[in-house]
């Protein structure tokens, strides 16, 4: 017990140091799956995001989605999302937009150890944004690469990851990228709950990757 209050202590004092410079925020979210038979698992959920060092809120969003086994080492995903996103718009003010959000993915996963289980995730993701007043509808087309390490003991499931984002329609561009650390406590077998702390880097007019966002994960799972 001893080395994970060590790994959540590490992490909390990682995630106040990297506050004290650029951009912090929290995301919170709850999710609720149901198993339909060995394969099928449906799921809901919501998420709120809080931004610009918790000043503001930056996305509130809910989702549907559904996730086959196709076999041991292969799963596949797909979700819809509808989003509340505020950002600038054309006359530099912050406003509401409506955006719709659909995901595919492909999962391929594996246990190499007794404490280890890697996965590598492959999505295609794609977002319309709704115009607003002077601010025209927009779509866009991602591919986005997760490679995760999850070290399961008991009822903690430490994890690592990295992920990076492709603009499809943009001529491939690498427009994004992800660290995330955190862990996953099983209280039972139906309710988990996640902490963890994510650096969110995407670049700037001189495509360096200066604009950083230090995030606060906190997630509630309800599996029956």
Request: aromatic fraction near 16%; include cysteine.
């Amino acid at each position: 017990m001893k080395k994970y209050k060590l790994t959540l202590l590490l992490l909390v004092l990682f995630a106040t140091a990297a506050l004290a410079s650029d951009e912090a925020g929290t995301w919170v979210s709850a999710d609720f799956y149901k198993d339909l038979g060995s394969r099928w698992q449906l799921g809901v959920g919501t998420e709120l995001r809080v931004c610009d060092n918790f000043k503001s809120v930056d996305r509130w969003q809910v989702k549907a989605n559904a996730t086959f086994k196709a076999c041991s080492f292969l799963k596949l995903y797909t979700s819809y999302e509808f989003h509340l996103k505020w950002k600038q718009n054309n006359l530099n003010e912050k406003e509401m937009f409506p955006r719709h959000r659909a995901k595919f993915d492909l999962v391929f996963h594996g246990k190499v150890a007794k404490y280890l289980k890697l996965s590598l995730r492959e999505r295609y993701q794609f977002t319309h944004t709704s115009g607003v007043n002077a601010t025209p509808s927009v779509n866009e087309h991602h591919l986005r690469s997760k490679f995760k390490m999850d070290f399961p003991v008991k009822e903690w499931t430490p994890y690592i990851s990295y992920e990076v984002y492709n603009r499809i329609d943009k001529g491939f561009k690498f427009d994004e990228m992800r660290f995330a650390a955190g862990t996953v406590y099983s209280i039972n077998p139906h309710h988990d709950i996640t902490l963890g702390y994510l650096l969110d880097m995407k670049p700037d007019a001189n495509n360096c990757f200066n604009k950083r966002v230090h995030v606060i994960q906190i997630g509630y799972t309800f599996k029956w």
